[in-house]
């Protein structure tokens, strides 16, 4: 009888097997979320989440067209094999986002974009593609010099040719309270770090995003009406308010609730460095009172309106709510301050959404002016004779 030296060997009957796990093999696709234009002489591919570009061989582009996966390591080299250096190039198309690994964060967004969207390659290219976008705090001494290199500035005046047709008499002074607010309006950055009262906050909240009427429609169901127009009666724009310095309210964030006007806590706590620094306003930012970050629920808008187009209304109601925003706070006599230069997926981490469905759109500040800011109406004198202007 010969012995059996085999390593491996028949278990006894009853024992228990132990089988090592099998590891599981990576898989990549090609991304759903690529445009291509021309730069120059150059073909680009941009993948629009990741806002990469990278410059694309005719060769590649045969490729993509008929590589969408899923593969393996090895078939993803064996595709790109006959553009040579696949090793090489593998890795790199992986970074760029030409190739996304199944089950990545990437894959996450572009499988969540392709479900939530029905707005096509335009919408989703522009907002995606402009969210990456990084700021930097304004230096008055680097910057206005380099302002000042530039030829100069385009005129804001546009005149065409024909018949003028004067207008009757006109003057900015006024008896008329809403025509004083219109012009009392101006921009203010700088707050007296100084608390405003809840009185006024809620004030602020309910004329710019509350409801003054709930209505129903066979078909639109419920919709709400408010001091701002929107889009097809949609409003798609929910509000946040980071909350620093109100009286009788403790600071943290806030979603402010249009069904139950009222306000619920998302995170408590002083979040003014982190606001700060999702704002990308330096110093302006600075003593505000609260900081109000708008987002949309792009499926309200795209429930009415499943064409691309309908982003630019997404847009504007956005900025309705804003000229809204800033001239109830200037009745109210506090400092409004708008913006949308911002770091987005920093506001997304900071309110707790997910940048797909819920994404950031406008942001908004309030405080009490400071005696200092320059642009305060009282310190600009009386308003331009449109007369006068020349």
């Known amino acids: 009888m010969v012995e059996n030296n085999d390593t491996e060997k028949s278990a006894p009957a009853g024992a228990e097997v132990l089988t090592m796990p099998r590891k599981k093999v990576a898989l990549y696709r090609r991304s759903s979320a690529l445009i291509g234009h021309w ?3 150059d073909f680009i591919i941009e993948n629009y989440v990741l806002a990469s570009h990278t410059p694309a061989p005719p060769q590649l582009v045969s490729l993509l067209l008929s590589a969408a996966g899923p593969f393996s ?5 064996k595709a790109l094999a006959p553009l040579g250096y696949a090793r090489v190039l593998a890795p ?23 479900a939530h969207w029905t707005w096509d390659s335009p919408a989703r290219h522009f907002y995606f593609s402009t969210s ?21 500035p385009p005129s804001p005046f546009r005149d065409r040719k024909g018949p003028s047709v004067p207008l009757p008499p006109f003057s900015y002074e006024t008896t008329d309270r809403l025509f004083q607010v219109l012009a009392a309006r101006r921009t203010l950055r700088c707050c007296a770090a100084k608390e405003i009262t809840l009185e006024d906050f809620s004030r602020v909240l309910r004329w710019t995003w509350g409801a003054t009427h709930v209505m129903k429609h066979p078909i639109m169901r419920q919709y709400v009406l408010k001091t701002s127009p929107s889009g097809g009666s949609r409003h798609p724009t929910e509000v946040y308010a980071a909350v620093m310095r109100v009286r009788g309210l403790a600071p ?5 609730s249009v069904r139950s006007d009222a306000l619920t806590l998302i ?17 302006f930012l600075h003593g505000t009172s609260a900081v109000f970050f708008m987002t949309s629920i792009v499926e309200r808008s795209m429930w009415k309106y499943p064409v691309s187009h309908a ?19 200037t009745a109210l006599g506090l400092a409004p301050f708008s913006f949308a230069a911002t770091d987005t997926a920093g506001i997304e981490k900071l309110l707790a959404i997910d940048g797909v469905r819920e994404i ?5 500040a309030v405080g009490v002016p400071a005696d200092s800011d320059g642009a305060r109406a009282d310190g600009l004198g009386s308003a331009v004779d449109p007369m006068a202007v020349h």
């Open 39 to 41: 730069a120059g002489s």
């Open 252 to 256: 943290g964030i806030y979603h402010y």
């Open 267 to 283: 995170k408590e706590g002083f979040f003014e460095d982190e606001v700060i620094r999702a704002g990308c306003q330096g110093n």
């Open 360 to 364: 950031p759109i406008y942001t908004c």
């Open 73 to 77: 390591m090895s078939g993803l080299l």
């Open 311 to 329: 982003l630019r209304v997404l847009l504007l109601d956005a900025g309705h709510l804003g000229q809204t925003f800033h001239l109830v706070c």
């Open 132 to 152: 990456t976008t990084r700021f930097r705090t304004y230096d008055p001494v680097t910057d206005d010099a380099e302002w000042a290199g530039r030829e100069d």
């Open 92 to 114: 790199f198309l992986i970074k760029q986002g030409i190739f996304v690994k199944i089950g990545s964060r990437l894959d996450r967004k572009e499988k969540a974009i392709d």
